[in-house]
Nanobody, 116 residues
């Protein structure tokens, strides 16, 4: 079955950096686009970044403003989200997701808290 396991979240000061990882299994990872979403307190879940299957095409939400980079290692079945210049408003649970066999799958999420 499809499994997505995020890691790398934590508490970071404003202006700091984190790298999130999402290990995928149960499907042919290299054949599918991967996405990162987030859900802040009291907010709806929103798209953060997306990577095409080969990783050559990426897409970002406007609020990223060049601070985040999505990448993937198809040999390791892992997608990453490098987050720099973090702001308090980036505080959220971050989820990776894949749309496989006509259904969207989600990881359990990893908490990112940006606070001094």
């Amino acid at each position: 079955q499809v499994q997505l396991v995020e890691s790398g979240g934590g508490l970071v000061q404003p202006g700091g950096s984190l790298r999130l990882s999402c290990a995928a299994s149960g499907f042919t990872f290299s054949s599918y686009a991967m996405t990162w979403y987030r859900q802040g307190p009291g907010k709806e879940r929103e798209l953060v970044a997306a990577s095409a299957s080969a990783g050559t095409a990426t897409n970002y939400a406007d609020f990223v403003e060049g601070r985040f980079t999505i990448s993937r290692d198809n040999a390791k079945n892992t997608v990453y989200l490098q987050m720099n210049s973090l702001k308090p408003e980036d505080t959220a649970v971050y989820y990776c997701s894949a749309h496989v066999w006509g259904r969207r799958f989600w990881g359990q999420g990893t908490q990112v808290t940006v606070s001094s």
